[in-house]
């Protein structure tokens, strides 16, 4: 809310921040955009998600069949997360955001980059981080 | 969330009780796609948003500068709520929930024609949206 101080200069969390609870986008947004896997990962997020607001976040998102849970190779006690189809499905959504916060937030780091590439060729953008989100999902690590 | 009982089987509604809160997001679709313009009829709307909450994200909305009020010259007494500028350009990202709840949701009465023209032609469906929006917020009524 316009009120409060930011959590952070994400041009994501900023749209949430305006229109709604934020922590389950910016958990999807970390597994998009960040490379994010692991729960100490999403915890140490600029936003600082608390723990039991992550625990109960990423429960629903798994019931809810946006992401899944496997136990990660490397390190036999850690779990991974990673988006399903149903979750990867969602960067367009995320896009929209991103590009309304680059428009309307002059405070907003977004790249310049990224927004033009989105204006140019959303389509391309979206295939592009779709495929790299679906070669994750089907690697065994 | 998917062991609560929904508040409506609008598409809208569907993704947002999956990743948030949704009260906010509620209303810019009842400004952006039902016609609404009044508090009461937000008030009627399937969800049942409470009248404190209205209120507050109302107030929310107009601080940052994404509805304005207006007096309703046909009513004197009453108050009439527009999208701006900056909440017409949230459209594209309706759209993109509907899509993805259309996509992923079975139980989603999502009207199969207007699907159809946001896959064949999305910039259109766009554009004629945020027309009939822009023409409502520069009306006098």
Not at 17 to 32: H, K, M, P, S
Not at 98 to 122: E, G, H, K, V
Request: hydrophobic share 40%; proline share 4%.
């Amino acid at each position: 809310m316009s009120n409060q101080k930011r959590k952070s200069n994400c041009p994501i969390n900023h749209a949430l921040e305006l229109f709604g609870d934020r922590w389950t986008l910016l958990i999807i947004r970390d597994l998009a955009f960040k490379g994010k896997s692991h729960y100490n990962e999403f915890l140490q997020s600029e936003e600082k998600i608390a723990t039991n607001i992550l625990a109960d976040r990423l429960q629903q998102l798994e019931i809810n069949g946006i992401v899944i849970k496997q136990t990660d190779p490397a390190h036999g006690s850690k779990l991974l997360y990673k988006l399903t189809d149903k979750g990867i499905a969602l960067v367009p959504l995320l896009i929209e955001i991103i590009l309304w916060s680059a428009r309307y937030d002059m405070n907003t780091p977004a790249d310049p980059s990224f927004i033009d590439q989105a204006y140019r060729d959303r389509d391309y953008l979206i295939n592009a981080i779709s495929f790299a989100l679906k070669e994750k999902l089907a690697a065994r690590v």
